[in-house]
């Protein structure tokens, strides 16, 4: 029997119907829509104060930075500043101010004031430690702790601070080109009600976020169509001993 060599033809199967027939190539003749860079919103918080160390109430009382926050501040200076902002907009107490001085060299902007970036005015409460505020209203205080400040009496509400917060951003992305980025320097609590406002997401939901840390910040950029997100929160920048 004869045998077959290793290097036979295999049988072929059958012919596939497509094979030899011409292909049409379709080109896409629509116009490409360019994709601008995104224009973002950089919002700092200041630098410690003592208050921020004793844990006492600020709200819109006045204190100054203490050691620790220049330090924090002159720390945070170069780190915002490799973000490019054209412009820099901050709350006019004294602790975003002093902040923004530090930016301001780093960056060579000159800060522009806005009693609208203030941090939430908490009425009576203003200037309570934690422990004087939990001794006098222990229910209400609890409800402070986990980011509900509505019902402190004298203070204002989510939604003043969110209205007039997110007016400010509204004005500073309306000056940015195309890859522009507007840095604001103000405070915690009223950086996280703008900020979701801005996002367009319940009030609610700032509580969901952890507090921001002193000289921390929050990127949100611009995307396709208009729209805005959250690239980053909490970011920081080591102080250098």
């Given at each position: 029997?004869?045998?077959?060599?290793?290097?036979?033809?295999?049988?072929?199967?059958?012919?596939?119907?497509?094979?030899?027939?011409?292909?049409?190539?379709?080109?896409?003749?629509?116009?490409?829509?360019?994709?601008?860079?995104?224009?973002?919103?950089?919002?700092?918080?200041?630098?410690?104060?003592?208050?921020?160390?004793?844990?006492?109430?600020?709200?819109q009382l006045d204190p100054d930075l203490d050691e620790t926050g220049h330090a924090q501040a002159q720390a945070v200076?170069?780190?915002?500043?490799?973000?490019?902002?054209?412009?820099?907009?901050?709350?006019?107490?004294?602790?975003?101010?002093?902040?923004?001085?530090?930016?301001?060299?780093?960056?060579?902007?000159?800060?522009?004031?806005?009693?609208?970036?203030?941090?939430?005015?908490?009425?009576?409460?203003?200037?309570?430690?934690?422990?004087?505020?939990?001794?006098?209203?222990?229910?209400?205080?609890?409800?402070?702790?986990?980011?509900?400040?509505?019902?402190?009496?004298?203070?204002?509400?989510?939604?003043?601070?969110?209205?007039?917060?997110?007016?400010?951003?509204?004005?500073?992305?309306?000056?940015?080109?195309?890859?522009?980025?507007?840095?604001?320097?103000?405070?915690?609590?009223?950086?996280?009600?703008?900020?979701?406002?801005?996002?367009?997401?319940?009030?609610?939901?700032?509580?969901?976020?952890?507090?921001?840390?002193?000289?921390?910040?929050?990127?949100?950029?611009?995307?396709?169509?208009?729209?805005?997100?959250?690239?980053?929160?909490?970011?920081?920048?080591?102080?250098?001993?």
């Open positions: 029997m004869a045998r077959l060599s290793d290097h036979s033809a295999p049988r072929r199967g059958p012919r596939p119907p497509w094979l030899g027939r011409r292909v049409a190539v379709v080109r896409d003749e629509r116009p490409r829509i360019e994709t601008l860079p995104a224009r973002r919103l950089v919002l700092l918080r200041h630098g410690r104060t003592e208050w921020n160390a004793r844990k006492r109430v600020q709200g200076g170069p780190a915002v500043a490799a973000l490019a902002p054209v412009t820099l907009l901050c709350s006019d107490l004294a602790r975003a101010r002093q902040t923004a001085d530090h930016v301001a060299r780093a960056t060579g902007l000159t800060p522009s004031y806005d009693e609208r970036l203030r941090e939430y005015h908490l009425g009576e409460r203003q200037g309570l430690t934690h422990d004087e505020y939990a001794v006098l209203e222990p229910e209400e205080f609890t409800r402070f702790r986990a980011g509900d400040w509505d019902d402190v009496p004298g203070a204002e509400t989510r939604a003043q601070v969110a209205d007039r917060f997110s007016a400010v951003l509204k004005e500073a992305a309306a000056t940015l080109g195309a890859g522009e980025t507007a840095l604001v320097v103000a405070h915690g609590a009223a950086i996280r009600t703008g900020m979701v406002h801005w996002l367009g997401w319940p009030l609610e939901q700032a509580a969901d976020f952890r507090a921001l840390g002193n000289c921390c910040w929050v990127e949100l950029d611009e995307r396709p169509g208009g729209r805005w997100a959250l690239a980053a929160y909490n970011r920081t920048a080591p102080v250098v001993e």
